[in-house]
């Protein structure tokens, strides 16, 4: 039976397309996740923890942002392992409740988490802090209290994830373009065709390779949550993981593309592909006519996130050089 965390096919609006950066809220919490689920600690599952969020009420899961679920997940499964108490975590919450409610008075919100474009309201009086940013901090103080982990791993975590960028995706691509060997190794097997380029994907699930031509255009969606090769291309962009995305692009791919300003013709096949907890997707794009001299470094600059994605092509030999990213 569907369940309300499946989101391909439902109703949503326009996909905003726009380029966020994520919020020290959501880096906090995103690595305090990976550190809880990693050696030495493996206190619970990335599986365990989407299976919480999925077990949440559907209106509390739609109304949530995505790194507020999280954070709820990580509180309840903490709890659940037997690493924290409910009772601790109330008292933790309730301290740091009144001392962020005395910073921000004194600051007058400065630092407030910005949204993240997952649908959730945003508190009016920006002189308070949010529910989930103290329960954020509670938990990430319990933790470190706790020894389970530090404010520099936490740190180092973070700055691990923002290392990962594009870049080792576009170098795959353009490697791909250039050899006809290794484009066959990266269709049958992603994950080892970068590992043997030295791209680091230890702890990474199987990852497929999906050729676009001039027939048949490939894009990539995760309906359940927001599963994504963040090892190869880093932290998923904002849009990926909303509700409009993930819900429109199995049923109007052509128009979430075109949301993108990517107006592909009508007698091109369209293949939406869905990503899952065990195997992620990247897209190789059509390699943009003109290019037959270019070096491998110079063809890795027009290959974009978006591109590897499949929401645009790759970009144009006549843009400039310095707007690849």
């Known amino acids: 039976m569907r369940q309300h965390h499946d989101l391909g096919g439902f109703a949503e609006g326009p996909v905003d397309t726009s380029a966020h950066e ?32 999925e077990s949440m009420a559907p209106e509390r899961y739609k109304d949530l942002r995505y790194y507020e679920r999280w954070i709820e997940a990580i509180a309840a499964l903490l709890v659940e392992a037997d690493k924290l108490s409910q009772i601790e975590i109330d008292a933790k919450i309730a301290s740091v409740a009144e001392r962020l409610t005395r910073a921000y008075q004194a600051a007058d919100g400065f630092g407030v988490p910005e949204h993240d474009h997952d649908h959730a309201p945003i508190q009016d009086d920006h002189r308070l802090p949010r529910e989930h940013e103290i329960l954020a901090e509670a938990i990430r103080e319990l933790c470190i209290g706790r020894g389970y982990v530090t404010a520099s791993k936490i740190q180092n975590q973070i700055d691990a994830m923002e290392s990962r960028t594009p870049s080792q995706g576009a170098n795959l691509v353009a490697r791909a373009w250039t050899d006809a060997a290794f484009h066959g190794d990266v269709l049958r097997d ?7 380029m030295g791209i680091d994907l230890a702890g990474s699930p199987a990852m497929q390779a999906v050729q676009n031509t001039e027939n048949v255009h490939h894009m990539v969606v995760c309906t359940l949550c927001s599963c994504y ?41 369209i293949q939406v592909v869905d990503s899952t907890a065990d195997l992620r997707y990247v897209v190789i794009p059509a390699r943009p006519s003109g290019t037959e001299n270019w070096s491998a470094a110079d063809l890795s600059r027009l290959v974009t996130r978006d591109s590897m994605i499949g929401v645009t092509p790759a970009l144009d030999p006549s843009t400039p050089i310095a707007n690849a990213p």
Request: charged share 25%; no cysteine.
């Open 190 to 196: 992603a994950k080892a065709a970068a590992e043997a």
């Open 229 to 269: 090769p963040r090892l190869l291309l880093g932290v998923p962009p904002a849009w990926y993981k909303s509700r409009s995305y993930r819900s429109r692009a199995v049923v109007d791919p052509r128009g979430v593309l075109a949301e993108f300003g990517t107006i592909l013709p009508e007698a091109m096949d």
């Open 22 to 53: 994520p919020s020290l809220f959501d880096k906090r919490v995103d690595a305090l996740m990976l550190l809880l689920v990693a050696p030495p600690n493996r206190f619970f599952s990335v599986d365990a923890q989407r299976r919480t969020q």
